[in-house]
């Protein structure tokens, strides 16, 4: 998974996550590190919407949000 280590306040409002998180999908599919949550964001900008698998205190939950 990629470790979410500083979000700006705005971003952390806009998409659920925050610091701390563990992004371990992005649209089903597997996230092992941070260049893969850029190569998806990079793919999918445009203003379309992504869900967003992380763990937080051992759970695992997800989010959707928008990539502009």
Known sequence: GAYVFSLAERE???TGLRRGDVVVQINRRRITDVADV???FRRMAGGRVIRVYFERNGRVLQT???VT
Request: proline share 0%; aromatic share 12%.
């Open 12 to 14: 952390a409002r806009l």
């Open 38 to 40: 850029q190569d998806v």
């Open 64 to 66: 959707d949000f928008s």
